[in-house]
């Protein structure tokens, strides 16, 4: 079955602290793999994507992805956290280089910590 | 350049009732896509529209419908509301097989 898990549903972190958010999918075909992240009010925000090429995706707002096919992951990772960090953010996995028809993680909460 | 909004912000219907949501595309975009996203779930994928036409329909049942207009812009229909359809419903346009951009959404409560 094709799925995605974020593990982690809330996570806590210290303002200027690194963040890894996990992201794992199970997938019959060459995946396409997106993270957005949602602040309240707000709608999805595409922070990076994975067709192909380098393993290594980065993204806006100093976000980076690592594309592990071996482990089936696709984790965020961001060096240091700001205050505006706090959200939701989604892994998502779809066969198109377009958006739609994408198969959704059920979301990890990112707490900051003064 | 306008982004992607849509109408209603907050909804309250009764079970059984219908109810219309309506988004508008960005300018250029002609292509959209309505997403269901429960609390505390990830979107999911409704159906597509390009060019006036559905592209593309999610697990969803014919009580769901849409529409897109001339311009581009989009609705969607939901007909004998039930308990399940509470959600944040998401729009999001781009031009086809491009990146998705979303609106804000609107919360639709059934009661």
């Known amino acids: 079955a094709q799925s995605v898990t974020q593990p982690d549903i809330h996570i806590t972190v210290s303002e200027g602290a690194s963040l890894e958010l996990r992201c794992n999918y199970s997938?019959?075909?060459?995946?396409?793999l997106f993270w957005y992240v949602q602040s309240p009010g707000q709608g999805l925000q595409l922070l990076l994507k994975?067709?192909?090429?380098d393993t290594l995706v980065q993204g806006i707002k100093g976000f980076e992805a690592e594309f592990k096919r071996s482990q089936s992951s696709f984790n965020l990772r961001k060096p240091s956290v700001h205050w505006s960090d706090a959200a939701e953010y989604f892994c998502?996995?779809?066969?198109?280089?377009?958006?739609?028809?994408?198969?959704w993680g059920a979301g990890t909460k990112l707490i900051i910590k003064p | 350049e306008t982004g992607v909004t849509q109408s209603p912000t907050h909804l309250i219907k009764t079970r059984g009732q219908q109810v219309t949501l309506r988004c508008s595309s960005q300018s250029g975009h002609n292509t959209v896509s309505w997403y269901q996203q429960a609390l505390g779930q990830g979107p999911q994928f409704i159906f597509q529209y390009y060019r006036e036409e559905e592209n593309g329909r999610g697990n969803f049942p014919p009580r769901f419908s849409g529409l897109q207009f001339p311009n581009y812009s989009s609705e969607l229909n939901v007909n004998a509301l039930e308990l399940d359809d509470s959600a944040l419903y998401l729009c999001a346009s781009s031009a086809q097989d491009d990146e998705q951009y979303f609106g804000p959404g609107t919360r639709l409560t059934v009661t």
């Open positions: 997938y019959g075909a060459t995946p396409y």
């Open positions: 998502a996995v779809g066969a198109r280089r377009s958006n739609y028809q994408l198969i």
């Open positions: 994975y067709f192909s090429g």
